[in-house]
């Protein structure tokens, strides 16, 4: 049954139930979960009908969501010992206050943001009933699309980031799914980077393109992706050492057991101009190759290359907290030990990068305060980058909302040695950061709007807080089954 994306209740702000990006299991929601959600709705409840505004105009508004960020505070806080609002600041009278929630939020500031996907696939009629990568996926069902693969394309992730958050640059980045024919293919990055150019006069997608120098004889990758540099505008590399299945690599050659590719992969990107890589690191069950213990090593073995690694070694099933030496390899924990190991510092050429990572710690608060403040100390505020792996999650704006309100609570900081989340570092972390990183001067206005014509917007015509990708266990089941890590 297709899902009513313009319903009169736009739902909440903040997501509370599951999701993945079809990488992982979606975290099992826990009863803690259940009662930020009910403590948010009955507050919200409580103020509309005290109110008179409309149930659809208030879950719009600053103070709706500063009413779910209060409650995942409250829930949280108490548990671990702490004061009411330290980690999101909302008193009750802020909550309540539109212009005071948003202070607490904060202005609207430009955001880069370094890991979308989109689905663009040929829409032959006759191909319509085959499975396709995003078949599980509850988007597969808007309504406004007679081919559920429509509705993974271009012009729905375009209105997700740039008209319904503040975004105002976004990279591309490969999936892990085969090259050739793929939906999200060089050649489909690099037709929607001209697309965005034509409808606003500028440069706000950029292109990290997919190689896997693994898979094939290695001169062949290196050619391929030379060609690719000279056909397109490639400001980086997207990679994976644990995909596909069953062909595990190294960045930095460590296993002779396995593909010796990773210092002349390296090597060629200085060669071809394109210094950058993204790697894929966490989100991966654990499995060996998914973990970032090899990055330290190949950074320090190659200064003139910049490592960004997705998802910061973040594994959903974990739970974060201090750095310790029992825990020293153990989710994000991992990538702290590889550059300390390897002495990288804070400014060096490693980027730790949030996606997927936040939208999943912006419930857990407490393992939030000591991810944010792990990374902090490891690769320092400059060096750290946002993305949201969206069109997964659907709209990025809470999150980046939620971003913006957050702060490590001053006992952590104390207790661990975090410095604080200030309002400067969160600006370079939602933009400049990575606007350094490709060397491009940042576009900070909307897609032919103004930000408060694009608030105005968002106010008046709210559309359901949805997320796109799989949401239960089965539903990933489902898609691995297929995919069996090379389709």
């Not at 139930?17 to 009863?31: A, L, R």
């Not at 829409?123 to 995003?134: A, I, V």
């Not at 900070?444 to 968002?458: N, S």
Request: net charge negative; aromatic share 10%.
């Amino acid at each position: 049954m297709p899902i009513d994306w313009r319903g009169e209740d736009p739902g909440l702000p903040i997501s509370f139930g599951q999701c993945s990006n079809g990488e992982y299991d979606p975290e099992p929601i826990t009863p803690a979960r259940l009662s930020m959600a009910a403590t948010a709705n009955h507050e919200i409840d409580q103020t509309v009908a005290r109110t008179g505004i409309s149930r659809r105009r208030f879950l719009r508004s600053a103070s709706a969501l500063a009413i779910c960020l209060a409650a995942i505070d409250q829930t949280v806080a108490m548990a671990r010992g702490l004061p009411v609002g330290s980690f999101y600041p909302f008193d009750p009278a802020t909550r309540l206050d539109n212009d005071a929630a948003r202070a607490v939020i904060g202005p609207p500031a430009w955001v880069f943001d370094v890991q979308g996907h989109l689905l663009e696939y040929d829409l032959d009629p006759s191909t319509r009933g085959n499975w396709f990568w995003g078949s599980q996926f509850p988007q597969a069902r808007c309504e406004e699309e007679d081919d559920p693969r429509a509705c993974f394309s271009t012009n729905h992730f375009l209105e997700e980031i740039f008209i319904r958050s503040d975004t105002t640059m976004v990279a591309l980045s490969g999936l892990p799914i085969n090259p050739e024919g793929s939906p999200l293919s060089n050649e489909i990055m690099e037709e929607t980077r001209q697309l965005v150019i034509a409808l606003s006069g500028d440069e706000r997608v950029v292109v990290n393109a997919l190689a896997l120098p693994q898979t094939a004889p290695i001169q062949s990758v290196l050619d391929e992706m030379e060609r690719t540099v000279a056909e397109h505008r490639v400001a980086g590399w997207k990679t994976f050492t644990h995909f596909p299945s069953g062909m595990g690599w190294w960045l930095d050659d460590h296993d002779p057991g396995r593909a010796i590719v990773g210092d002349l992969f390296l090597d060629h990107l200085v060669r071809i101009g394109t210094p950058i890589v993204f790697v894929h690191k966490g989100l991966s069950s654990n499995t060996r190759y998914g973990s970032p213990a090899d990055i330290g090593p190949a950074a320090a073995a190659h200064p003139d290359v910049s490592f960004v690694v997705y998802h910061s070694g973040f594994e959903v099933a974990l739970t974060e907290g201090p750095y310790t030496e029992n825990t020293a390899n153990r989710g994000v924990n991992r990538l702290v030990t590889t550059l300390r190991g390897s002495g990288i510092g804070p400014g060096e050429n490693v980027y730790a990068e949030l996606g997927s990572t936040w939208w999943h710690l912006l419930r857990r608060p407490d393992e939030a305060a000591h991810v944010v403040g792990k990374l902090l100390l490891a690769v320092g505020e400059d060096n750290i980058l946002w993305g949201t792996d969206s069109i997964f999650y659907g709209s990025p704006q809470g999150q980046i909302d939620a971003f913006r309100a957050f702060q490590i609570p001053q006992e952590m900081q104390t207790r661990h040695g975090y410095p604080p989340l200030t309002e400067r570092a969160k600006t370079k972390i939602l933009g400049y950061n990575a606007a350094r990183l490709y060397d491009i001067t940042p576009i900070t206005e909307p897609v032919g709007f103004t930000r408060d014509d694009l608030e105005t917007a968002r106010v008046e015509h709210p559309v359901p807080t949805m997320t796109w990708g799989p949401t239960t266990v089965q539903e990933v089941r489902e898609f691995r089954a297929h995919h069996q890590g090379w389709p």
